[in-house]
Nanobody, 123 residues
Framework: QVQLVESGGGLVQPGGSLRLSCAAS????????MGWYRQAPGNQRELVAT???????NYGDSVKGRFTIYRDNVKHTVYLQMNSLKPEDTAVYYC?????????????????WGQGTQVTVSS
C-alpha cells in the first residue's frame, strides 16, 4: 500500500556531486523519520543520513560535511545532496521511511524500503 521510489543515481567522477530523491506514495497519513542507507558489495548496509519530520538530522561519520539530507513534508519526499564524492561512496543507496497509516479499521506505523539506486564514483 506504500511505495518508495528513488531516483538520481548514476556515474560521477571523484569530487563531483549527485542528488538522490525518494518519494513515498500510497496510503499515507503522515511520514515520520526518513533516511538513506547504502550497501557496497561485500559490506553490510550502513547509515548515511536520517531526518525526522521536524527536521532533525543525523549523519554517518564518513559523510559528515559532504552530504546533506532534507525533505519536503507536503510531497513526502526526502533528498540527499552528495558533494565531494569519493570512490568509497560507491554503493547501492536505499531510502527508508516510517509511514503512519490510518483507516477506519487500522492505525499504525510501518517501515518501508525503496528498491535502491546505484551510485558509482569513478574516473
Amino acid at each position: 500500500q506504500v511505495q518508495l521510489v528513488e531516483s538520481g543515481g548514476g556515474l560521477v567522477q571523484p569530487g563531483g556531486s549527485l542528488r538522490l530523491s525518494c518519494a513515498a506514495s500510497g496510503s499515507i497519513f503522515s511520514v515520520n523519520a526518513m533516511g538513506w542507507y547504502r550497501q557496497a558489495p561485500g559490506n553490510q548496509r550502513e547509515l548515511v543520513a536520517t531526518i525526522t519530520s521536524d527536521g532533525r538530522t543525523n549523519y554517518g561519520d564518513s559523510v559528515k560535511g559532504r552530504f546533506t539530507i532534507y525533505r519536503d513534508n507536503v510531497k513526502h519526499t526526502v533528498y540527499l545532496q552528495m558533494n565531494s564524492l569519493k570512490p568509497e561512496d560507491t554503493a547501492v543507496y536505499y531510502c527508508n521511511a516510517d509511514v503512519v497509516r490510518r483507516t477506519f479499521v487500522y492505525s499504525g506505523t510501518e517501515n518501508y524500503w525503496g528498491q535502491g539506486t546505484q551510485v558509482t564514483v569513478s574516473s
